[in-house]
């Protein structure tokens, strides 16, 4: 399968939220979406990226942007991390990488000398239409919000 590039359809999904709600691409048709995919709940740097976007959604609103996080970890998990950090976005429940796939996503690691498969750490940015508007695939947990947050609302 060929990597997504700025301009295809974004891959549809339907996933569950840390609440048990289902989540749909579909849900967001009409406003910008930026859809990042984690590798894990309450580790250093998601815990940052996430808290990143906590303390800028107010803009990301205001700018007609929604913000949706995607994982492997479980429903159970999501909720945990949701309540500790007072984040007010959705977290989804992508246990079998499927849609980590369908975006690239999710594949082989390497960390320590050990291999594994887990989720890398992307963002998307879908526009109103349902198209991918930009990708980030050297992301920064520490800086990427308030990064994608000026390149998105420069006028």
């Known amino acids: 399968m060929a990597a997504l590039e700025v301009g295809d359809l974004a891959p549809d999904f339907a996933l569950l939220d840390g609440a048990g709600q289902l989540v749909k691409l579909s849900d967001f048709r009409g406003r910008r979406l930026v859809l990042y995919f984690y590798p894990r709940d309450n580790t250093p740097g998601c815990t940052q990226e996430a808290c990143g976007f906590r303390d800028r959604y107010d803009a990301?609103?205001?700018a007609n942007i929604a913000i949706v996080g995607i994982s492997a970890d479980d429903a159970k998990s999501h909720a945990k991390f949701i309540a500790k950090?007072?984040?007010?976005?959705?977290?989804?429940c992508d246990g079998d990488g499927s849609v980590g796939r369908a975006y690239g996503s999710y594949g082989l690691k390497k960390?320590?000398?050990?291999?594994?498969?887990?989720v890398f750490r992307h963002t998307f940015v879908i526009d109103p239409e349902g198209r991918i508007e930009r990708i980030d695939r050297k992301v920064?947990?520490?800086t990427h919000p308030a990064d994608l947050l000026a390149a998105l609302t420069v006028p």
């Open 60 to 62: 990301f609103q205001q």
């Open 140 to 142: 920064k947990a520490a």
């Open 85 to 92: 950090y007072d984040l007010p976005f959705p977290l989804l």
């Open 111 to 118: 960390f320590m000398g050990r291999e594994f498969e887990g």
